[in-house]
């Protein structure tokens, strides 16, 4: 983890996204085959990144969701 660390304590103050630096924070990207939805062509891109692999990005719901979770839970601690 220490490692990990060091390794992207060199991005924060990075003022320019390189190929050193995009070969360094991301593993591998997977194009998927293209899909039409409502006469839109639609491709999904899957970015794995060398330290988390995988992250799907949270629709606006899944957020609204988990902020919900979040104020209940602060509210059952206050009570």
């Keep these: 983890m220490k490692m990990l660390y060091q390794g992207l304590m060199e991005f924060t103050e990075m ?29 999904k891109v899957d970015i794995y990144f060398t330290a988390v692999g995988l992250f799907d990005i949270p629709t606006e719901q899944q957020l609204l969701k988990t902020m919900e979770r979040v104020e209940q839970k602060n509210a059952e601690k206050s009570a």
Excluded at 21 to 29: F, G, Q, S, T
């Design 15 to 43: 003022k320019q996204l390189t190929p050193t630096v995009v070969n360094k924070l991301i593993e591998r990207i997977e194009i998927h085959n293209n899909e039409k939805k409502h006469s839109h062509n639609n491709v």
